[in-house]
């Protein structure tokens, strides 16, 4: 009984990590949702405009976790310079995310130029009597040809957004987020369906609808984060020059590079499983499909969690509060997975009624209320290894979350896919659902590293 009062936090604690979490939370809900329903309108279309679109979304993916990586792997050092109160630390961390998102943007550009076509025919290598693979490789093409123009709004949000929620501001980006996420969703009635008097554009509708609603979001955060100078103060004076302190530089490359490379190589393996699993049948890319959008609507619960595991804790390291942080990060996960397994339960019970929405074939419906079964069920175990994962994180660990989660992927997780979907008879369904079971040797590896407190350190005490 003890023991789990250690995990239970009081009111205030509870307080304090809604704060936090509510606002990533809905940012996060409502997009999930809106593209929820985006993934329905564009399902009425047809199976092959759905499975273009999935495709190039799996691999743009790759090119937006990357991102990610970026803005977070000098994101562990604004959290705890904000932490520490040094706000010129802040500035020069802002500094560097923009130099490498830019870079990053022109060469995401590149690739996707000339390397689109050849990436999206290798999900079309498998059987089936479902779906027509050249139909589906055109309306691929034609959704990323106009999505690459919202490489560039999208990593300007990234870059502002991830470190207006390092210094303690959540709720700029959140509503930034729910009036993009809403001129999507109007765009999308309009433009993939040709309402109103607008031409029906089908998926290409859909790319251009998603890339307006990225430059609105870009301009509502960008202007406030300028007007507010008093309040955002790493943007006072952030273009006069975009000169870094040396010494920052070679220490968020130290302690990043490890967190960049893990993003990418962890969102490749993502890519590379789902196209696993296409070897079984355009079908089963469709049904995936479904249930990952479906699933990402329930597990912005514990993705948000996450990131305020990163902020909270990072806050507390950067403080040199070691035992607190301690303290609070053990109620932050068991509160985690105590909410997933609640969430998940839903998810399974709601799991036939989601893919009866969408246009498509009975056997894609029923693949994929069996994914979103699988996807219910791993979601609390999903819960733990996401927040032991920022938990490694925020303590500046990159290479130890390196192992935790990209060579992971590529260990264990990619190979089991390949082998089970090409050399057994097993069904899609058992190889996604051995696949994802897998992950409990990474909750294992999680809790051990967690408990030795070998994350507990502060890496910006000698930074001025």
């Given at each position: 009984?003890?023991?789990?009062?250690?995990?239970?936090?009081?009111?205030?604690?509870?307080?304090?990590?809604?704060?936090?979490?509510?606002?990533?939370?809905?940012?996060?809900?409502?997009?999930?949702?809106?593209?929820?329903?985006?993934?329905?309108?564009?399902?009425?279309?047809?199976?092959?405009?759905?499975?273009?679109?999935?495709?190039?979304?799996?691999?743009?993916?790759?090119?937006?976790?990357?991102?990610?990586?970026?803005?977070?792997?000098?994101?562990?050092?604004?959290?705890?310079?904000?932490?520490?109160?040094?706000?010129?630390?802040?500035?020069?961390?802002?500094?560097?995310?923009?130099?490498?998102?830019?870079?990053?943007?022109?060469?995401?550009?590149?690739?996707?130029?000339?390397?689109?076509?050849?990436?999206?025919?290798?999900?079309?290598?498998?059987?089936?009597?479902?779906?027509?693979?050249?139909?589906?490789l055109q309306e691929g093409k034609n959704y990323l040809m106009v999505m690459l123009v919202g490489l560039i709004p999208f990593c300007i949000v990234q870059t502002y957004a991830s470190t207006l929620r390092e210094t303690g501001e959540t709720v700029l980006p959140m509503f930034a987020g729910i009036v993009a996420v809403f001129v999507n969703l109007i765009f999308n009635y309009i433009l993939i369906f040709g309402h109103f008097g607008a031409p029906r554009m089908g998926v290409t509708g859909a790319a251009v609808a998603t890339v307006i609603a990225r430059f609105v979001e870009t301009a509502i955060i960008v202007f406030w984060t300028h007007k507010r100078k008093d309040k955002n103060r790493f943007a006072e004076g952030a273009y006069k020059?975009?000169?870094?302190?040396?010494?920052?530089?070679?220490?968020?490359?130290?302690?990043?590079?490890?967190?960049?490379?893990?993003?990418?190589?962890?969102?490749?393996?993502?890519?590379?499983?789902?196209?696993?699993?296409?070897?079984?049948?355009?079908?089963?890319?469709?049904?995936?499909?479904?249930?990952?959008?479906?699933?990402?609507?329930?597990?912005?619960?514990?993705?948000?969690?996450?990131?305020?595991?990163?902020?909270?804790?990072?806050?507390?390291?950067?403080?040199?509060?070691?035992?607190?942080?301690?303290?609070?990060?053990?109620?932050?996960?068991?509160?985690?997975?105590?909410?997933?397994?609640?969430?998940?339960?839903?998810?399974?019970?709601?799991?036939?009624?989601?893919?009866?929405?969408?246009?498509?074939?009975?056997?894609?419906?029923?693949?994929?209320?069996?994914?979103?079964?699988?996807?219910?069920?791993?979601?609390?175990?999903?819960?733990?290894?996401?927040?032991?994962?920022?938990?490694?994180?925020?303590?500046?660990?990159?290479?130890?979350?390196?192992?935790?989660?990209?060579?992971?992927?590529?260990?264990?997780?990619?190979?089991?896919?390949?082998?089970?979907?090409?050399?057994?008879?097993?069904?899609?369904?058992?190889?996604?659902?051995?696949?994802?079971?897998?992950?409990?040797?990474?909750?294992?590896?999680?809790?051990?590293?967690?408990?030795?407190?070998?994350?507990?350190?502060?890496?910006?005490?000698?930074?001025?």
């Open positions: 009984m003890s023991k789990l009062k250690k995990l239970i936090g009081n009111r205030a604690f509870y307080k304090m990590v809604l704060a936090v979490a509510v606002p990533i939370m809905i940012q996060n809900g409502i997009s999930y949702f809106v593209s929820l329903l985006d993934n329905i309108m564009v399902g009425q279309v047809g199976t092959e405009a759905m499975s273009g679109v999935a495709i190039v979304n799996n691999l743009m993916m790759v090119f937006n976790v990357c991102i990610f990586g970026v803005v977070s792997g000098a994101g562990i050092f604004g959290a705890q310079f904000f932490g520490k109160g040094d706000h010129e630390g802040v500035r020069s961390t802002f500094r560097f995310k923009v130099i490498l998102c830019g870079v990053a943007a022109i060469l995401g550009i590149g690739i996707f130029l000339v390397f689109g076509e050849p990436l999206i025919n290798l999900y079309l290598q498998g059987g089936g009597e479902v779906g027509d693979a050249a139909l589906t020059s975009l000169a870094i302190p040396m010494s920052l530089v070679k220490q968020i490359c130290v302690k990043g590079t490890p967190l960049m490379i893990n993003e990418a190589l962890w969102s490749a393996g993502m890519a590379i499983l789902l196209q696993c699993y296409s070897i079984r049948g355009l079908e089963v890319v469709a049904g995936v499909n479904i249930a990952s959008t479906v699933a990402n609507l329930f597990n912005v619960v514990f993705m948000s969690l996450g990131s305020s595991v990163a902020i909270i804790i990072g806050q507390l390291l950067g403080a040199g509060k070691m035992e607190e942080a301690m303290d609070q990060d053990c109620k932050l996960l068991f509160f985690s997975v105590a909410v997933c397994v609640v969430i998940g339960g839903v998810l399974a019970l709601l799991s036939p009624l989601f893919p009866e929405l969408y246009n498509t074939e009975a056997s894609v419906k029923r693949l994929a209320a069996q994914f979103i079964c699988i996807e219910a069920l791993c979601m609390p175990m999903n819960a733990f290894a996401h927040a032991a994962y920022f938990t490694l994180r925020s303590g500046g660990k990159t290479v130890i979350t390196f192992l935790f989660d990209s060579v992971f992927t590529w260990v264990v997780s990619v190979p089991l896919a390949f082998c089970f979907s090409r050399f057994t008879l097993l069904p899609v369904v058992m190889v996604y659902l051995f696949v994802k079971l897998a992950d409990i040797i990474k909750c294992v590896i999680g809790y051990i590293l967690i408990k030795k407190g070998v994350w507990m350190q502060n890496i910006v005490v000698k930074q001025s």
